[in-house]
């Protein structure tokens, strides 16, 4: 299993080296970094992809998400905030409810 998700890490990355600029591909290499358990790396491509394409909804859920698994919840609780707003922009409103719910749960737990 560990040597498919390498490959497939492997694979993202020509895609990336191709093209830096695909929000795609670099999310994808995301999540596959988060599987092999390299949150470091994952954090770093969905920043990068936050900060240079913000309106690339998806990235939102699972950056809050990862900013909760590390322990930085003020981080995640910006990241939902942020993300409903970018949801909404783009009319993409099953985006925003799942950031609006993800916001809740995050509310309550901290409360």
Same mark, same amino acid.
């Given at each position: ?12 990355? %020509? !895609? ?7 929000? !795609? ?20 491509? !969905? ?20 900013? %909760? ?10 990241? !939902? ?16 409810? %799942? ?5 809740? %749960? ?6």
């Amino acid at each position: 299993m560990k040597a498919m998700n390498e490959s497939r890490v492997q694979k993202l990355k %020509e !895609f990336l080296d191709a093209d830096p600029d695909d929000s !795609f591909s670099r999310f994808a290499l995301a999540l596959e970094h988060l599987k092999i358990g390299d949150s470091d790396t994952a954090l770093k491509h !969905f920043e990068y992809i936050r900060d240079h394409d913000p309106e690339y909804v998806g990235v939102y859920y699972h950056l809050g998400k990862l900013y %909760e698994l590390i322990g930085i919840p003020k981080n995640a609780l910006k990241t !939902f905030t942020t993300g409903i707003t970018a949801a909404r922009k783009m009319h993409d409103h099953h985006a925003a409810s %799942e950031l609006e719910q993800a916001l809740d %749960e995050l509310e309550t737990d901290e409360a």
